[in-house]
């Protein structure tokens, strides 16, 4: 990673610094709380267009800042019980974005084999629990979870098919990284109440959009190699 990429990740960086050392409990929302947990993902934005912009050779990355944004706002919701709905809405249009952003391709049936009792046991311990919410919000959760479920498969089917590069090795930790978020997030509120929920969803979640947002610096160079 050249200096020049380092410097345009220093607004991340010190958004994650401000996150964890204020660490505000997400129990209480406030305008400074959501501003705090959304500067991160703004940051991982502005990034996607300090790194080239949007051209007809960087078409990712108008991807990537979209879905970006779309999760910001789904961060803002969460932080707020009474928008928690519209929270999981955002985070679905985000991951269609992230779908079409790694492109598509015929799924792996290995990686299916594991990611199917996982996705089963985890909808299996928070069903009741998403149940007992209001049925728009319970309709949501649960047409949410095979989306992000379908990302992983066929960001994985994609690693494992195909010569591994930086793009498909940081969208495959990005994916991952989303799911344990998720699940975790998910078994805390639906299921039980888990230790460090907050630090582990979040630190996880940052991770993952991070790895995403880095499948930028590789992609313009792949379809270069491509053409020639």
Wanted: net charge positive; aromatic share 16%; charged share 10%.
């Amino acid at each position: 990673m050249s200096i020049s990429t380092t410097l345009k990740l220093i607004p991340f960086i010190a958004s994650i610094g401000l996150y964890f050392t204020q660490f505000i409990p997400e129990h209480i929302p406030s305008l400074w709380a959501t501003i705090v947990k959304c500067l991160p993902i703004l940051s991982l934005a502005l990034f996607t267009v300090l790194h080239e912009g949007f051209t007809s050779k960087t078409k990712l990355n108008r991807k990537i800042f979209t879905a970006l944004l779309f999760s910001c706002v789904g961060d803002a919701c969460l932080l707020w019980p009474e928008y928690f709905l519209h929270g999981v809405v955002a985070f679905g249009v985000a991951q269609i974005i992230f779908i079409v952003a790694a492109g598509f391709e015929s799924l792996n049936m290995k990686i299916g084999l594991v990611l199917f009792p996982y996705a089963n046991t985890v909808l299996y311990l928070v069903g009741p629990g998403v149940m007992s919410e209001p049925p728009l919000l319970a309709a949501s959760v649960f047409l949410y979870s095979p989306i992000l479920f379908g990302r992983v498969w066929l960001t994985w089917s994609k690693l494992f098919r195909n010569s591994p590069n930086w793009t498909t090795i940081f969208g495959a930790i990005g994916s991952f990284a989303f799911l344990v978020s998720d699940s975790y997030l998910s078994l805390n509120r639906f299921y039980v109440p888990l230790p460090y929920h907050q630090e582990i969803v979040m630190l996880t979640y940052y991770l993952a959009q991070s790895a995403v947002a880095l499948t930028v610096l590789y992609q313009p160079t792949d379809k270069i190699k491509k053409r020639k």
